[in-house]
């Protein structure tokens, strides 16, 4: 770790600069997984977490049943794989949900697709390879014929007793159909965390008002409001707070025993005019404060009373990319998510990199799919302020700390569509 002198207007302090690994483990190893549980419908189960594993009580499916509409047939051992037309009568019409008799050897049953097979039957010949003969009484097939053709057997998908969803696992609409395919009706899952939320700077106006001189509007409000929706939140919003010290306290006071996390952008720098830093310290601790990344440098992490908090920068890219970088994994982890980090991806950076940095740099870039490995093209604005270029990138490539590259070199690649899920 690198140790930078601050002047916070008392004596000076070192202030240790962690790497962005260290900040990620400092943030995970603090995340305590949530143990409050509910049990929820099926309809209203989407993105929720599962706080048990979900076990299957039958098969699926139940029997063996056809896998298209054709003919259930009792093949005789001396048809089977031998070459020739073979005829058999039909005597029987199974159509699904309906069970059918006992099939001779030698007979056929019109069956369609999700029929039981009928006792005594051991293959299925789809219909468009049969010949219907003698006014329709009988099949002949022209083809070697083998065993359990296009039989989907009993258990072929689910056995009873399996794990079907584990514990841990953000339910997607697929986990939920499977739920519903082995006749689960509800699901137990862990409760919501709570996030409290502020904003802090005078500067900042709520869009739609008249801007005057100095002011901008608060886009890092809608931002976060909106990452955290997509993480499935409940969210106490306080909106702007004056920034002032007491404002500021007063805010983290009121949230400290409401929710599992706050969460700020703005006022975690050393300036005269930021009071994120002072205000936490007033009413807990911080255990992180600075990272040694661009953008973001500053990125507060500690607590308020018993609840975690996170101070975000207040620049918006650097805020949107904290979040999902640190934020984010920290969040999922509280959920009891069992699958909390991020994912990354190798693709071939289509830019030199001519100047050694000490801090590690998360670059905005767009992908090039035409090649393998994909080829990442860097935005040419990569100032912290520069908002349109998280529109306009597919995600982040990592490169690390004095490092330097020409095109072509394999990087770590972090997509923005997936992070923001």
């Known amino acids: 770790m690198d140790n930078q002198s601050v002047d916070c207007g008392c004596d000076q302090i070192i202030q240790p600069l962690l790497s962005t690994n260290e900040a990620l483990e400092t943030l995970t190893k603090a995340a305590i997984s949530t143990n409050k549980v509910e049990v929820v419908k099926l309809d209203d189960a989407l993105n929720r977490i599962l706080a048990c594993d979900v076990r299957s009580s039958i098969n699926v499916p139940g029997f063996d049943n056809s896998a298209m509409d054709g003919y259930a047939i009792n093949l005789k051992e001396d048809q089977i794989n031998t070459p020739g037309g073979f005829a058999f009568e039909i005597t029987d019409r199974i159509p699904a949900g309906s069970t059918g008799n006992e099939l001779s050897p030698g007979c056929a049953a019109r069956i369609f697709t999700g029929a039981p097979i009928p006792k005594g039957a051991n293959t299925v010949i789809m219909q468009e390879e049969c010949e219907l003969i003698e006014n329709d009484t009988k099949i002949e097939i022209y083809r070697p014929i083998s065993l359990n053709e296009n039989i989907r057997p009993m258990g072929n998908d689910i056995v009873s007793g399996d794990i079907i969803l ?41 869009p739609g008002c008249e801007l005057k001189p100095g002011q901008i509007y608060n ?31 007063d805010a983290l006071a009121s949230l400290k025993d409401s929710c599992d996390l706050i969460m700020t952008t703005g006022g975690v720098s050393v300036g005269e005019e930021d009071h994120v830093k002072p205000a936490v310290e007033s009413l807990g601790e911080l255990n992180l404060w600075r990272i040694k990344m661009k953008p973001g440098k500053p990125l507060a992490f500690g607590k308020v009373g018993n609840t975690a908090f996170i101070g975000l920068p207040g620049n918006p890219v650097s805020a949107m990319v904290t979040f999902l970088l640190f934020a984010r994994p920290f969040i999922k982890k509280l959920q009891g998510c069992t699958h909390y980090l991020n994912t990354s991806y190798k693709v071939a950076a289509n830019f030199d990199w001519h100047r050694s940095k000490p ?6 870039v767009q992908l090039d799919q035409s090649s393998i490995p994909a080829k990442a093209n860097q935005y040419p604005k990569q100032g912290s ?37």
């Not at 886009?219 to 002032?244: E, G, H, P």
């Not at 990592?398 to 972090?414: A, L, M, P, R, S």
């Open 166 to 206: 584990d514990k841990g696992h953000r339910l997607k609409p697929q986990d939920i159909a499977l739920a519903a395919s082995v006749g689960v009706k509800t699901l137990e899952v862990f409760q919501r965390i709570k996030v409290g939320v502020f904003f802090t700077g005078d500067e900042l106006v709520k």
């Open 219 to 249: 886009s890092n409000r809608y931002a976060l409001v909106a990452m955290l929706n997509n993480l499935n939140c409940d969210i106490i919003n306080l909106n702007t707070i004056k920034d002032t010290l007491k404002d500021t306290t």
């Open 385 to 421: 302020e520069v908002l349109s270029s998280m529109v306009w990138a597919d995600g982040l490539v990592e490169i690390e700390e004095k490092t330097t590259f020409k095109q072509g070199e394999i990087i770590n690649f972090y997509p923005l569509n997936e992070m923001m899920s």
């Open 359 to 364: 801090r590690r740099e998360f670059v905005r």
